[in-house]
């Protein structure tokens, strides 16, 4: 079978390979044929370090396909269902798994450079970009990196609430609960960031600003539900007009250090900065006790859409049924995985806000 290896970390192209087999098959695990896969940043970031994931790996994250082969032990799949790998699997055991805080169990990351494929050549074992891998034409994961999604939801649109689109909505319902007429502003128009303003968007939001330097992506955002779009360096000048002299929630939706802290100055007093972007270990967001205390605004971190994942996908999915959030304009770019480098490109120019990888 066919996967796309990273040899290196640092390296700014995958190795697309025809002698690899996905590994790991045992008790509790589950074969999945993948269809469809789509790019999001932070297989960027793992490709050059940033995030942690030893290398060899093949990356891709967001990814749906249907279940080929269940192991004993398993309960809840059966050969055909449609799924999307969840890169975060609960255990299930943990106390936040107890306490219905699936997202937050941190099981599946101490197994980061567990194998997940073999390379036939040199008998190289590689592992699956944070327990998944998605840009392969099989990945065995556990069953518990997997949501059952129904058959007649297109694998592309489904590749999509793998991750991004999950985390943006569910940033925006389940973390900051946007009230009805509420401003809001959402700082970067990728993936993440549109989905963010989809979510706000269905909680009925009054204002919604979108924060971007790219002229084209700002314009995209309009169509999504944005209410307007500004460069960043107006962002303060618009938010001091505002009633309350800031945004009722900005959304960090780029993980930088000095994107949060402009969106801390953006939020009105005892507003919200929910900080939805996966940043650098070593990116240091300051804030002084005084303004913290002072200004009362709260810091809502947001991870995977701030729920338990298989909740925030059944929203999801609810949402795109009733036509309430648009899925396939997101598909920017579409490739095949022997053409996996020409995603890689498109995300970093800014071109693409998704590409979906098809596994045919
Ligand atoms: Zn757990
Ligand atoms: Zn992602």
Known sequence: MRAAVLHK????????REDVTAVGFRRGSVRVRMRAASLCHSDLSAMNGVLPQPAPFVPGHEGAGDVVEVAEGVTGFAVGDRVVLCWMAPCGRCDHCAKDRGHLCVASLRRLGAPGFRIEEGGVIASGFYGTGAFADEVVVSANALIKIPADLPYEAAALIG???????????NTAKVEPGASVAVIGAGGVGIATVQGARVCGAGRITVVDPVASRRERALDFGATEAIAPDDLKAVAKKLPGGGFDYVFEAVGRAATVRAGYDAARRGGAVVVIGAGAQDDLAEFTMGELFFNEKRLLPSLYGGATVGRTVALVVDLWRAGRIDLDGMITHRVGLAD???AIAQMRSGEALRTVVTMD
């Open 340 to 342: 996996v480098n020409e």
């Open 9 to 16: 970390t640092g390296q700014d192209t995958l190795d697309v």
């Open 163 to 173: 991750c991004g689109v999950t985390t943006g909505i569910g940033a925006a319902v």
